[in-house]
Structures are given as structure tokens and as C-alpha cells.
């Protein structure tokens, strides 16, 4: 019984300081602290979510400037400094609080107006406290000593060198999403260091691929198994049948895509001594590192063939495209 009593005994003196441990961990050394305005933050957030409409807002904006506060208190306590800078960590903690607080969205916390606005907040941040004197209410304005200036330029310069380069990889991206036959091109990104794909970008433009994958059965619908006759006077108008079947195929399937006005449809005739060739065109009329552009090409071949007391046309496609570069051949 002894040896129970005492093993109970140890059982509940290991609770009592793992209490006493985070109790004395959590609890603020005085009322007026950082960690009051964490906890503050926190029992604020907890609030805002059993209010509504402007009371919601009211809470949560005080748990956010408590978090705020309570972030720069902490920091300059004790700052660290960036390696290389005098940037307090505390203040690239902060700025990022602060960028988040004006420029983040409802759930979605982190948007790309908040990565590239960061950097330069915080080198206000930083900045500020050399342009005042003193502590608390005796703070007064003040000019820097031309080296601190200085070095507060420098700092808010590279600051403003690395937003600009950050939102200069979202502008890329973008184009990328809205124009993905970009990364086709044989100059790509590949060895960019702002584009980041983790699959490898492909060799042929798929927008391009699909149009003509499209049109082919369109194509072989008016030609295939129809007299040899009128088949050589829709040879005669090709031009304009393909450009007019073209349209509504780039209409139809790329509707949504910012690249439905970068690609045409054209076709290109040739005679050949068992009957005709037709190339079908789908030509990109956007931007390209190759000044002669490029274009993606799928021949068929049209020939007469005998059926019955008639002679009807039979096409023939190829299976794959040809991926060109250079001007697509004029038409004759």
C-alpha cells in the first residue's frame, strides 16, 4: 500500500511542475507586457468568431493591431539583427504582419500585393527610429547623421530592388497562366530564375496542337468520300473555308484563354502527281523570342479514287504535327 501511495505520489508531483512549468512559461512577468497583448490577439480572434457583420470587424482589427504591438515589443527587446544589415529581425516579423493586415484577403492571407509590398515595409520600419530622439513621450523628430542616412538609403533601396523583383516573377507567372504556348518556345524558361515549373515545359504548343486536332475532322467531313468534282472547287476556296472553319474552332475551345486572338487557322494547297496536298496551318501570331515567329503544321493528302461508276476524293492526315519555325509559306 506504502509503495502505491508513493508511486502516486510521484505521478502527481510530475503533473504539479509540468503545471508549474507552463504556468510560469505562459504567464506574463507584469500586467503591462508583450505577452498581454499576444494573449489579447488571441482572446480577440476567439471573440470575432461568435460576432457578426461590423462588431466581427471591430474585434478582429484590435486583435490584429494587439498582435501587431505585441510583435514589436518582443523584438525590441532584445533585436537581432539580419546578417549583413542593420535590419532587426523584429521589424521583417512585423512588416510582414502589417502587410498582411492591409493587403491580405479575407482567408487567403498571403496574396502577391503582400510579398511584394513586405520588403519595403519593413524597411520603414527600420528606418523610422532614426529619425526620432529619446524614449516614450520625450521622443522628439530628428535628422540622422549623414552616415545613418546613408545607410537607411542603401537599406530602403535593396528593399525596393527586391519588391520589384518579386513582382516581377508574379507578372511573369501571370503571362505564363494566361499564356502557356510561351514556355513552348524554343528560347524558353527554362533557365529562368523567376519561372518555376516543376513540370518540364513542352517542346510543342499544346493551344496550338489542340486547334488542329480540332479542325482536322472538320476538314475531312467536307472532303472525305465526295466527288472528285467538288472537291477540287473546295480546293479552289480552301482559303476561305478553312479560315472561316479556323475561326469558330479558336472561338469554341479557347474561350476562356487570353491566347484566342494569338492563333489562326490558315491552309496552303499543293499539287502532286497523284493528286493534292493540304497543310493545315495553326500559325502564332503572339510573342516569341524568335523573331521569324513559328508555326505547327499537318499535312493531308487528297486523291482520287474510284467508287463504282464515280470518282470520289479520299484524305489522308498525318498522324503527328510539325512544329516549324520560321514564317509559314505565302499563299498562293
Known amino acids: 500500500m506504502d509503495v502505491l501511495l508513493k508511486e502516486l505520489s510521484g505521478i502527481f508531483k510530475f503533473f504539479e511542475d509540468l503545471f508549474l512549468g507552463i504556468q510560469k512559461l505562459l504567464q506574463p512577468p507584469k500586467a503591462f507586457s508583450w505577452q498581454t497583448l499576444i494573449y489579447l490577439s488571441v482572446f480577440s480572434w476567439i471573440l470575432s468568431y461568435f460576432a457578426t457583420d461590423l ?9 490584429w493591431l494587439f498582435l501587431i504591438l505585441g510583435t514589436i515589443w518582443y523584438t525590441t527587446d532584445d533585436p537581432l539583427r539580419v546578417p549583413g ?13 502589417l502587410s498582411v493586415f492591409a493587403f491580405g484577403h479575407g482567408v487567403q492571407v498571403i496574396t502577391p500585393r503582400t510579398l511584394v509590398i513586405w520588403p519595403i515595409i519593413a524597411a520603414l520600419i527600420t528606418a523610422i527610429p532614426e529619425f526620432l530622439e529619446g524614449t516614450g513621450t520625450e521622443a522628439k523628430a530628428q535628422i540622422p547623421k549623414p552616415e545613418v542616412r546613408q545607410k537607411i538609403i542603401i537599406l530602403v533601396g535593396c528593399c525596393m530592388l527586391l519588391s520589384c523583383w518579386i513582382q516581377f516573377y508574379f507578372v511573369l507567372d501571370k503571362w505564363l497562366t494566361e499564356y502557356p504556348t510561351l514556355l513552348a518556345d524554343k528560347d524558353n524558361f527554362r533557365h529562368s530564375t523567376f519561372v518555376i515549373k516543376i513540370e518540364s515545359p513542352s517542346k510543342v504548343p499544346q493551344n496550338g496542337l489542340m486547334l488542329l486536332n480540332e479542325i482536322q475532322p472538320l476538314v475531312e467531313e467536307q472532303i472525305a468520300s465526295k466527288p472528285w468534282s467538288q472537291v477540287e472547287r473546295w480546293l479552289l476556296d480552301a482559303h476561305q473555308r478553312v479560315d472561316k472553319l479556323g475561326k469558330r474552332v479558336v472561338e469554341k475551345n479557347m474561350i476562356k484563354s487570353g491566347e484566342q486572338k494569338l492563333w489562326r487557322i490558315e491552309p496552303r494547297i499543293f499539287n502532286n502527281k497523284s493528286g493534292y496536298r493540304l497543310d493545315i496551318l495553326s500559325i502564332w501570331a503572339g510573342p516569341s523570342a524568335n523573331a521569324s515567329k513559328y508555326y505547327l503544321k499537318r499535312s493531308c493528302q487528297i486523291e482520287p479514287v474510284k467508287d463504282k461508276n464515280s470518282t470520289v476524293a479520299e484524305i489522308t492526315c498525318d498522324p503527328y504535327s510539325k512544329l516549324i519555325y520560321g514564317l509559314p509559306p505565302a499563299r498562293q
Open 55 to 63: 462588431i466581427k470587424t471591430l474585434i478582429a482589427f484590435c486583435g
Open 85 to 97: 544589415t542593420f535590419m532587426p529581425v523584429g521589424a521583417v516579423v512585423t512588416g510582414f504582419l
